[in-house]
Every structure is written in structure tokens, then in C-alpha cells.
């Protein structure tokens, strides 16, 4: 599948229709959400990484490329893949490891893995229009904005950097634990597609989608639920 397709199911959503995009941790599981019917899939580092156990930020890049190409083989829908800071390589190398790896798209966060802090938002744009141009049209990237994560609380630092990183080619951007509340002003801020985390216990996609998200993801969420799943058959396994 190809980024164009990618890209298109971006467009045009309807209040209340976000593109909606499960987060599978191995070939499994992206099987079972191809199967339930969702049209595209985008890969959690989190996920991934408690697969392997690393645990979400540990995983060494040549193990999480190889369990993204697991994925994308496993598959015939669009797969973009979170890489998180993209792990120190160069932009040509890190293009061209997501398309062997079968990806159509990318997840690249605002955060430096080696302090923790947010990166320089000039410095991430450099970045980002780096990785733009050696991929062109052949990655949708989704831009993650991580003032929330940081405490911030308001919607204008996070537009700030949005409008710096869609000035540099990101498709879409994803201002992660942004309040519900926040999303239209980001949308309209930023003037691109705005990516939404979905989380237990909070709105459902569709409402995310009615307070202004065009694109649903759920970090690691969903294969905790599988998880804790996992957890109760074995007690009672283990209770016989």
C-alpha cells in the first residue's frame, strides 16, 4: 500500500468520522484489526517495545525495524510506524529503513531521547524538512508535539511548533495528552490534520473526532488491553 492512500484517508473527514488507527504490536495482532475491518494501521513503539521486553523507549532500532516489517508483511493496508525520536540515524538512513521495512508512514516526536527534554523547535523543523526531502512523497509523517507531555497546559506553544513543523512537510501533527477541549484551537491554529491519543477512560474516538482530531491512535493502550486480558485467563488458568 502506498502513502498516497495514506494521505487521502487524512482528507475530508467528517465531524465525528476521525481516521481511526489500532496499534498492533506484532503480525497477530494487525492481522485482527485488518480482519475487524480498519483500513490502516500505525505501529506504537510502547506496544512494540513490551513485546520484546524493552519496555516503551528501550528497544534498539534494528529489532524495532524488524517487527515493523513483520507488520507491514502481514498486511494489505497502509502501516505507518512510530520511530520515535529516530533513534540518532540520518535522515537518508531513517527514510530508507522505514520503506524497506515496508512503511508508508512515520511518527517522529519533538522530544530528545537523550535528556528527555523538547527539542528546539527550529532545530526539530530542520529535522523534519530533512526527512521531507529525502522521502518526498513516500511517507506521511505525523509530526509529534510533546509540550503536553511536558506539562504545558495552553494551546500556543504546541501551535507554535505545529505550524513550524507543517511549514516543514509534516502532514499531520500530534500534540499528544492535548486536553480534548484544546483540539479545534490546534486544528484551526495549525491548519493540518490533528492526530488525537485515545486513552482508557476518556472520550472515544468518535468524540475526539467531534472536538476536532482527524486521525485516533492508542499509543500502547491497546496492547496492554490484550494484556491485561491475557492476565485473567491465566488466573484462572492457574485456578484451575
Known sequence: MSAAALRALHLRRASE???VLPGPWDA???RVFVEAGFEALATPSAGIGESLGYGDGH???DEMFAAIARITRAVDVPVSADVEAGYGLPAKELV???LDAGAVGCNLEDSDAAT???RDPEEQAEWLAEVRAVAGDALVINARIDTFLHGG???APAVARGLRYVAAGADCVYPILAPPELLSDLAEGIGA???AIALPGGPSPRALGASGASRVTFGGGLQRRAMDTLRGV???LRAG
Request: net charge negative; aromatic share 0%; glycine share 8%.
Open 17 to 19: 468520522d476521525p481516521l
Open 28 to 30: 497477530a495482532s494487525a
Open 59 to 61: 528497544t534498539p532500532p
Open 96 to 98: 530508507e529503513r522505514l
Open 116 to 118: 528527555g527534554t523538547l
Open 153 to 155: 497546559s495552553g494551546a
Open 193 to 195: 490534520p490533528v492526530n
Open 234 to 236: 491465566a488466573a484462572e
